[in-house]
């Protein structure tokens, strides 16, 4: 008899519990990261959440309703703080630093690379599609700061490269499992600033920009 690989947990109305839903995203995301979207099964999924496959399947009818789920955790915060940075003080370079850090944090500091998933052909699927209409926002939140900052180079490339240099954090934590996230986060938004085409990012700055995000530099 085969054996769970996950924590025992109770049956019933614990079971049907947010513990069990979060216990099941916690293990599809160790899954999906170590092993691959398309070789990992839901009743994996289930055994790695010690759950039954009943379970799983009350809280996510189907595998992709869980990368949905995950996927979602990756922007969602990130687009708060977009959120709020219109009706913030100060200039458009500090929101944009704040932004951009924060983005960085979160797809670095997160206990799974979940940011190594955005190139799964499944992502597409018509399933995903909220995902990625909050990822298309948040990527419009960065280029109507980018806007604001004068350049020769046109917004739409500026925003292109400073978004995709927000999320090539997943490579190179992929790439570098002891990288010290929060420097990283720290030069990732100075490079964004550069990008965007102001060239010069100060103390003063990242002090203003952490301001709003309430985070002691």
Known sequence: MTSRVGRPRASGAMASSQDAKRAVMEAAAELFTA???????TRSIA????L???TLYYHFPAKEDILCALLAETVRPSLEVARTLPGAEGDA???LWALAYSDIQLLGAARYNLGALYLLPEVASPGLAT???ERAELKDAYRGLIDQIPDEAPTATRTDLAFGLVESIAVVRRDEPDLDIDAHAHHGADG???LAGFHSPNSQLRSA????????L
């Open 192 to 194: 964004v600033l550069r």
């Open 52 to 54: 039954r496959q009943a």
């Open 93 to 95: 370079a500090t929101k």
């Open 47 to 50: 055994e790695r959440a010690g």
């Open 35 to 41: 092993t691959g979207y398309a070789a990992t099964t």
């Open 131 to 133: 995902f990625r209409q």
């Open 209 to 216: 920009a952490m301001a709003l995000l309430e985070v002691p």
